[in-house]
Antibody, heavy 116, light 107 residues
């Protein structure tokens, strides 16, 4: 069955870089796009960016200068790197599978706190 | 960016009651609208896509409608398991954007 699982540090220092990994199973990264979506506690989600099935990327312009998404198809993994973290980057980070521009499967999420 | 204004922010409903949640887009989005349910401490789950198409496995008590800038999610017959946060999302233009959510509780 389709599964996505995020991994990475739960605590990041201000101004540091966040690195997250999404490991997928049950589908191919060369057939489906994967997006990263984050959600501050008690607020609506925010789409961050996408790794297209063909290897191209798309980013939310609000985060583009700080964000990088890459993948390793041999390991079924998609990576997120975001630099210059601040306290308002605190929240739950999800990777999601996309099907026709909607998010049909979500990972369990990883809670990231930006604090010294 | 397209702004998605969701209302109400919170809602209480009795068991068996029918409820509606609305999303207003800042410009026309041509039915490129999805609804998600998020139970406490869980990831969001897709309910409706293309404004009115029910995702596989989602109970038929959920339905979506709308056009242009106004869309709604209807839950026919509130059940205990429907207590959750609900979000809309537009996929008409980048960046994809979400509403701020509606918290639905049992009265």
């Amino acid at each position: 069955q389709v599964q996505l699982k995020e991994s990475g540090p739960g605590l990041v220092q201000p101004s540091e870089t966040l690195s997250l990994t999404c490991t997928v199973s049950g589908f191919s990264l060369t057939s489906y796009s994967v997006s990263w979506v984050r959600q501050p506690s008690g607020k609506g989600p925010e789409w961050m960016g996408r790794m297209w099935y063909d290897g191209d990327t798309a980013y939310n312009s609000a985060l583009k200068s700080r964000l990088s998404i890459s993948r390793d198809t041999s390991k079924n993994q998609v990576f997120l790197k975001m630099n210059s973290l601040q306290t308002d980057d605190t929240g739950t980070y999800y990777c999601t599978r996309e099907l026709q521009w909607v998010f049909d499967y979500w990972g369990q999420g990883v809670m990231v706190t930006v604090s010294s | 960016d397209i702004q998605m204004t969701q209302s109400p922010a919170s809602l209480s409903a009795s068991l068996g009651e029918t409820v509606s949640i609305e999303c207003l887009a800042s410009e026309g989005i041509s039915n490129s609208l999805a609804w998600y349910q998020q139970k406490s401490g869980k990831s969001p789950q897709l309910l409706i896509y293309a404004a009115s198409r029910l995702q596989d496995g989602v109970p038929s008590q959920f339905s979506g409608s709308g056009s242009g800038t106004r869309y709604s999610l209807k839950i026919s017959g509130m059940q205990p398991e429907d207590e959750a946060d609900y979000f809309c999302e537009q996929s008409y233009k980048f960046p994809l954007t979400f509403g701020s959510g509606t918290k639905l509780e049992i009265k």
